[in-house]
Nanobody, 126 residues
Framework: QVQLQESGPALVRPSQTLSLTCTVS??????????WTWVRQAPGKELEWMGA???????YHNPSLKSRTSFSRDTSKNQFFLQLRSVTPEDTARYFC??????????????????WGQGTQVTVSS
């Protein structure tokens, strides 16, 4: 059974780059037809699809975040990564990594679809 675990800093200063890692166990990130995805949820807001790395290695971006996000992976470690540049306090959120079967943002509006990590809380503050 596949499991995902997020890791990264809990506090990031404004204007810096947030870097998060998702470590996957129980299945290879290169196998099958999956989207290894990042989703976040800011306080009082809906889940927001940020983007993904496909099993093929292709990357996909939420257009609203594309200028600030990078997605990558390390297949030797079975990990994939998020970088979010020029963070502001509005980027304070709980960040989740997800194995999904679709790219549709609506698919990630609920945790009942896909396989989710527990999430990691990130606060952007000086």
């Amino acid at each position: 059974q596949v499991q995902l675990q997020e890791s990264g800093p809990a506090l990031v200063r404004p204007s810096q780059t947030l870097s998060l890692t998702c470590t996957v166990s129980g299945g290879s990130i290169t196998a099958g037809y999956y989207y290894w995805t990042w989703v976040r949820q800011a306080p009082g807001k809906e889940l927001e699809w940020m983007g993904a790395v496909g099993s093929s290695g292709n990357t996909y971006h939420n257009p609203s975040l594309k200028s600030r996000t990078s997605f990558s992976r390390d297949t030797s470690k079975n990990q994939f990564f998020l970088q979010l540049r020029s963070v502001t306090p509005e980027d304070t959120a709980r960040y989740f990594c997800v194995r999904g079967t679709q790219l549709s943002a609506s698919y990630y509006k609920s945790k009942s679809t896909g396989v989710w990590g527990q999430g990691t809380q990130v606060t952007v503050s000086s």
